[in-house]
C-alpha cells in the first residue's frame, strides 16, 4: 500500500479543511488507518484512527467534537474531516497504515501543511 494525502491548505479560525488520503494496492480494507500531526518545535501526535470496517475510531481529546475521521474502503480512501479549526491545529498532518499483524503504523504518505490563522 501506498498513500497520498492531499487537501491541507490555509484557513482563517473556525474554519474547515477536509484532508483525503487515496491508497493504492488491494487490500486497504484490511489497514487501521490514523492521522497524525506534527506542529514546528513538537513531537508528532497522532489525531484520529478508525478500525478496518469503520466500526471503531479514536480521536485525541485536543480534536474531540471537531475532527472526524470516515473512510470509504471502495475507493480506497479515508478522510479527515477537520471543523472549528484553532491555530493550535497548525501542522503538517501525515496518513498513515497499520498492516495487518503490525503492532504499530508502519506505512506513511507524504504531509500536508494546514494552517490556521488567527
Known amino acids: 500500500v501506498q498513500l497520498q494525502a492531499s487537501g491541507g491548505g490555509s484557513v482563517q479560525t473556525g474554519g474547515s479543511l477536509r484532508l483525503s488520503c487515496a491508497a493504492s494496492?488491494?487490500?486497504?480494507?484490511?489497514?487501521?488507518m490514523g492521522w497524525f500531526r506534527q506542529a514546528p518545535g513538537k513531537e508528532r501526535e497522532v489525531v484520529v484512527s478508525i478500525g478496518r470496517s469503520a466500526g471503531s475510531t479514536y480521536q485525541a481529546d485536543s480534536v474531540k467534537g471537531r475532527f472526524t475521521i470516515s473512510r470509504d474502503n471502495a475507493k480506497k480512501t479515508v478522510y479527515l474531516q477537520m471543523n472549528s479549526l484553532k491555530p493550535e491545529d497548525t501542522a503538517v498532518y501525515y496518513c498513515?497504515?497499520?498492516?495487518?499483524?503490525?503492532?504499530?503504523?508502519?506505512?506513511w504518505g507524504q504531509g500536508t501543511l494546514v494552517t490556521v490563522s488567527s
Open positions: 498513515a497504515a497499520k498492516s495487518p499483524g503490525s503492532w504499530d503504523y508502519n506505512i
Open positions: 494496492g488491494r487490500t486497504f480494507g484490511s489497514y487501521v
